[in-house]
């Protein structure tokens, strides 16, 4: 061999190698292109599952407060049935005493 041939096998052998690198490169960007898209299907993943569970606490304190509003309603059903029934017993007292009093005379 002399040093003609030698000197190309060289030539060739670090064009193969460089060749070899910038594949390497191109591999290596590839796999962190893929590493941010997962990392970033990972994040919107997560806004979305944050999203929709704020949406359905939303919704769950809408129906609380709903309910809350029909229970408030409902005691104060209560409240003016109570209070009617107090003043028809007070209507009957004052009934009573003036047929008494109407009695008396």
């Not at 070899?20 to 990972?42: T, V």
């Not at 309910?67 to 309603?73: I, L, M, T």
């Not at 007070?90 to 009573?96: C, G, M, P, Y």
Request: hydrophobic share 35%; proline share 0%; no cysteine.
């Amino acid at each position: 061999m002399t040093v003609k041939d030698a000197t190309k096998k060289a030539g060739a052998a670090k064009e193969t190698l460089d060749t070899k690198k910038r594949q390497a490169d191109a591999a290596q960007q590839k796999y962190q292109l893929a590493r941010d898209q997962a990392e970033a299907a990972k994040q919107f993943q997560q806004t979305k599952d944050l999203e929709y569970l704020r949406g359905r606490n939303n919704a769950t304190d809408k129906i609380l407060a709903a309910r809350d509003r029909a229970n408030q309603a409902a005691g104060s059903v209560e409240q003016r049935k109570m209070e009617l029934g107090q003043a028809r017993d007070a209507v009957k007292k004052i009934i009573e005493q003036i047929e008494k009093a109407g009695g008396k005379q």
